[in-house]
């Protein structure tokens, strides 16, 4: 079974950091292009990085870029968001997302899903 699982949100003040965690099992990490994707409750999911191993490819949107990187490792399946300079509009919930197609943001693109994890950021 095809799992993903989400960690490390949490409660910060704006101009902080956190550093998100997504650990997969039951598939091989490299052969799946995994994204971060968020939602605010009403308003659509905004996929804001995605990363394929195989072909080295990283993502990252215009909304989060020079603030968000992404790192991996491969030996632990694991996938990390770490967010710098949050700031209140960044508050949402964040998910994991994994296929076997090409890096998208958009989130019909990915079948698998964590359980997603609460960031709140507060001003």
């Known amino acids: 079974e095809k799992q993903l699982v989400e960690s490390g949100g949490g409660l910060v003040q704006a101009g902080g950091s956190l550093r998100l965690s997504c650990v997969a099992s039951?598939?091989?990490?490299?052969?799946?292009?995994i994204g971060w994707i968020r939602q605010v409750p009403g308003k659509a999911r905004e996929g804001i990085s995605c990363f394929k191993s195989k072909n080295d490819y990283t993502y990252i949107a215009d909304s989060v870029k020079g603030r968000f990187t992404i790192s991996r490792d491969n030996a632990k399946n694991t996938l990390y968001l770490q967010m710098n300079s949050l700031k209140p509009e960044d508050t949402a919930v964040y998910y994991c997302a994994a296929d076997t197609g090409r890096c998208s943001v958009l989130a019909s693109t990915y079948r698998y899903w964590g359980q997603g994890t609460q960031v709140t950021v507060s001003s």
């Open positions: 039951g598939f091989r990490f490299d052969d799946y292009a």
